[in-house]
């Protein structure tokens, strides 16, 4: 199944969130998922989309507030 509108780090089965990036320890989530991405080793997949899902709509907040700011 293909998933062309998910973000990379929403997607489990992408390479970037693969095997190869995992560390062997645990998500410091302590959700109890393997940690480690290609974005960081510390969080598991799903806490790291968590995590920048959080930070994306904070940059698009203050974006809209500079926005606003200019008008
Ligand atoms: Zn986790």
Same mark, same amino acid.
Request: charged residues 25%; positive net charge; glycine residues 6%.
């Given at each position: 199944?293909?998933? $062309?509108?998910l973000p990379k780090y929403e997607d489990p089965d992408?390479?970037?969130n693969g095997p190869r990036y995992q560390t062997g320890k645990l998500c410091i989530?302590?959700? *109890?998922r393997?940690? *480690?991405? $290609?974005? !960081?080793?510390?969080?598991?997949? /799903?806490?790291? $989309?968590d995590r920048i899902g /959080?930070? !994306?709509r904070s940059l698009n907040e203050l974006a809209l507030d500079a926005a606003r700011e200019k008008a």
């Open positions: 199944m293909k998933k $062309a509108n992408d390479t970037l989530e302590r959700c *109890g393997p940690a *480690g991405t $290609a974005w !960081s080793p510390y969080w598991c997949w /799903r806490c790291n $989309a /959080r930070i !994306s």
